[in-house]
Nanobody, 120 residues
């Protein structure tokens, strides 16, 4: 069984910073892409950023230049550094990982979600 556990998040004023972490654990052979998604109240879940196993990154236009995704392959962990936060960044943030398990099954693993609230 493979799971992803998130940490970080909370309440911050506009212009502030937060860092999210997400650690995958369990029977893991390898992890492909990892990413962060978010879902604001009344809206659909949207992509925030992704990172491949080789470190190539992709960002939503709305967060480019403010958010940075990174990963530590040795720790099976992905991070999201969020700077210059805006009230419109308020959402529940979810991490995602494409995992090959120890039995070489491919799994899409999601974290439990973390609320980020940005006050104006």
């Amino acid at each position: 069984q493979v799971q992803a556990v998130q940490s970080g998040g909370g309440l911050v004023q506009a212009g502030g910073s937060l860092r999210l972490s997400c650690a995958a654990s369990g029977s893991i052979y390898s992890i492909n892409a990892m990413g962060w998604y978010r879902q604001a109240p009344g809206k659909q879940r949207e992509l925030v950023a992704t990172i491949t196993s080789g470190g190539a990154t992709n960002y939503a236009d709305s967060v480019k230049g403010r958010f940075t995704i990174s990963r530590d392959n040795a720790k099976n962990t992905v991070y999201l550094q969020m700077n210059s936060l805006k009230p419109e960044d308020t959402a529940v943030y979810y991490c995602n990982a494409g995992v090959y398990s120890g039995s070489l099954r491919y799994l899409e693993v999601w974290g439990q979600g973390t609320l980020v609230t940005v006050s104006s």
